[in-house]
């Protein structure tokens, strides 16, 4: 069952990023998710069912 997410949620990878950060922050909602390191500001862009499975937990 899809997840309820929103731009601006706040979510926790299952993984670290390189850089060692965890929480991460959502700017884009759609068929590809848009996130940003809360760590060192670098933006990802994943598919739904890639960011979907993930994320730990949203905060």
Known sequence: MPK???VG???E????HPCGGKTWEIIRVG???KAKCETCERVIMLPRNKFE???KKKL
């Open 4 to 6: 309820n997410y929103s």
């Open 9 to 11: 949620d706040r979510v």
């Open 13 to 16: 990878f299952k993984k670290t």
């Open 31 to 33: 068929m590809d998710f």
């Open 53 to 55: 499975k993930s994320v």
